[in-house]
């Protein structure tokens, strides 16, 4: 497969860590460098994509801050470091992107948010606000509560479980090195770049490194094991260095880096999981009007539902079945089970009276349906 070029992507996720926005002497941000990305960013959000940020730094500002000695951290000195770390990270990104007019969010996730369904959903819905709302939204491990037993890590992957939550197409992990090396290109002076990965095989993971930075907690492997979530996904992944000025113009303009390639896209990688990976929790039939509209390609909206089957959460897979009890299609549903019975039928406007929330309008939303016969 040839090589991508970044503005071909709508929506994209970039990683950046610890080691490229902390100077560690000193103990503070790299401004200029980080400027320089700021303009990337709002170049590309200028051009009408999606950005999002994935940023490690808070503990590495809150020891700083703090004033603590170099050295290994125990857990709860991290968590402090990250709580006062948190509030200075959060208050750069939002002036570096506010200098181009750019609003930021932070979001704070754990483990558990990317892995348990309702806790997925609200940030994945928190997300999609933001982006609606044209803000860049910055995203870090919440290292204040996470604990060694729940938490990634590492931000590579953390980046790779965010890129694939928000739908993105494309992931770009901003590194030390410019690339994935057929070996260590410190141990190895005849190390070769690799270009283009086209699928991430035992041969490719067997070329990951180890992690060179005090403030890294990354390396090559978890880079890699970033990749296969990503690209299992549907989201391609770029490996390119940080180490210069203006990096994303640099990988628009062909500059050196590893592009790890998938053949699928966000879209129908995650239908494809609904289809076919989720047990089903419950059955909604709907009339013969809503079956047109979701065959048109809308969403399912609790007016054109006549029927509520099944113990079902919110974010749960169920089936959808037309008057005639044929199936139409699988989803995820936007309401419990209970819920769902209450405003089955009724429009949306009504749904707020009824539940006395401001709820979603749809009951399932075209981006988490699946037609059947278009599962791939």
């Given at each position: 497969?040839?090589?991508?070029?970044?503005?071909?992507?709508?929506?994209?996720?970039?990683?950046?860590?610890?080691?490229?926005?902390?100077?560690?002497?000193?103990?503070?941000?790299?401004?200029?460098?980080?400027?320089?990305?700021?303009?990337?960013?709002?170049?590309?959000?200028?051009?009408?994509?999606?950005?999002?940020?994935?940023?490690?730094?808070?503990?590495?500002?809150?020891?700083?801050?703090?004033?603590?000695?170099?050295?290994?951290?125990?857990?709860?000195?991290?968590?402090?470091?990250?709580?006062?770390?948190?509030?200075?990270?959060?208050?750069?990104?939002?002036?570096?992107?506010?200098?181009?007019?750019?609003?930021?969010?932070?979001?704070?996730?754990?483990?558990?948010?990317?892995?348990?369904?309702?806790?997925?959903?609200?940030?994945?819905?928190?997300?999609?606000?933001?982006?609606?709302?044209?803000?860049?939204?910055?995203?870090?491990?919440?290292?204040?509560?996470?604990?060694?037993?729940?938490?990634?890590?590492?931000?590579?992957?953390?980046?790779?479980?965010?890129?694939?939550?928000?739908?993105?197409?494309?992931?770009?992990?901003?590194?030390?090195?410019?690339?994935?090396?057929?070996?260590?290109?410190?141990?190895n002076p005849d190390a070769k770049l690799i270009p283009i990965v086209d699928s991430v095989t035992a041969e490719i993971e067997?070329?990951?490194?180890?992690?060179?930075?005090?403030?890294?907690?990354?390396?090559?492997?978890?880079?890699?094991?970033?990749?296969?979530?990503?690209?299992?996904?549907?989201?391609?992944?770029?490996?390119?260095s940080g180490k210069v000025d203006h990096p994303l113009q640099k990988i628009a303009d062909g500059g050196l880096c590893t592009?790890?390639?998938?053949?699928?896209?966000?879209?129908?990688?995650?239908?494809?999981?609904?289809?076919?990976?989720?047990?089903?929790?419950?059955?909604?039939?709907?009339?013969?009007?809503?079956?047109?509209?979701?065959?048109?390609?809308?969403?399912?909206?609790?007016?054109?539902?006549?029927?509520?089957?099944?113990?079902?959460?919110?974010?749960?897979?169920?089936?959808?079945?037309?008057?005639?009890?044929?199936?139409?299609?699988?989803?995820?549903?936007?309401?419990?089970?209970?819920?769902?019975?209450?405003?089955?039928?009724?429009?949306?406007?009504?749904?707020?009276?009824?539940?006395?929330?401001?709820?979603?309008?749809?009951?399932?939303?075209?981006?988490?349906?699946?037609?059947?016969?278009?599962?791939?």
């Amino acid at each position: 497969m040839s090589r991508p070029e970044l503005k071909n992507f709508r929506r994209i996720v970039v990683k950046v860590g610890s080691s490229l926005l902390i100077d560690s002497a000193a103990g503070e941000v790299r401004a200029k460098w980080l400027a320089a990305l700021a303009a990337d960013i709002a170049k590309l959000h200028g051009d009408g994509r999606d950005v999002l940020v994935v940023s490690s730094g808070s503990i590495a500002l809150g020891r700083s801050r703090l004033k603590l000695p170099r050295g290994p951290l125990k857990l709860e000195e991290s968590q402090a470091a990250a709580a006062v770390g948190q509030i200075a990270l959060a208050r750069i990104w939002s002036e570096v992107l506010g200098h181009h007019g750019i609003g930021a969010g932070q979001i704070l996730v754990t483990l558990q948010d990317t892995e348990e369904r309702r806790r997925y959903l609200n940030a994945r819905s928190t997300i999609g606000k933001l982006l609606e709302w044209r803000a860049v939204p910055v995203i870090n491990e919440n290292d204040t509560v996470a604990t060694n037993e729940i938490r990634y890590g590492d931000n590579d992957r953390l980046a790779a479980r965010v890129a694939t939550m928000a739908s993105a197409d494309l992931l770009v992990l901003l590194s030390d090195i410019d690339g994935l090396y057929t070996a260590p290109p410190g141990a190895n002076p005849d190390a070769k770049l690799i270009p283009i990965v086209d699928s991430v095989t035992a041969e490719i993971e067997g070329m990951a490194g180890a992690a060179e930075s005090e403030l890294s907690r990354g390396g090559m492997y978890t880079k890699i094991e970033a990749a296969k979530i990503a690209t299992t996904a549907g989201t391609h992944m770029i490996i390119a260095s940080g180490k210069v000025d203006h990096p994303l113009q640099k990988i628009a303009d062909g500059g050196l880096c590893t592009w790890f390639l998938t053949p699928a896209n966000p879209v129908t990688a995650r239908k494809r999981w609904i289809a076919g990976s989720l047990e089903p929790k419950g059955t909604l039939t709907i009339d013969a009007g809503a079956v047109a509209a979701l065959r048109a390609g809308k969403s399912l909206l609790p007016a054109g539902v006549i029927k509520v089957e099944g113990d079902f959460a919110r974010g749960d897979a169920v089936i959808v079945r037309g008057p005639d009890t044929h199936e139409i299609g699988r989803g995820l549903v936007a309401y419990d089970a209970d819920n769902a019975e209450k405003i089955k039928g009724r429009s949306s406007p009504d749904v707020m009276i009824i539940l006395g929330i401001s709820g979603r309008a749809e009951m399932i939303h075209r981006d988490d349906l699946v037609i059947s016969g278009s599962r791939s």
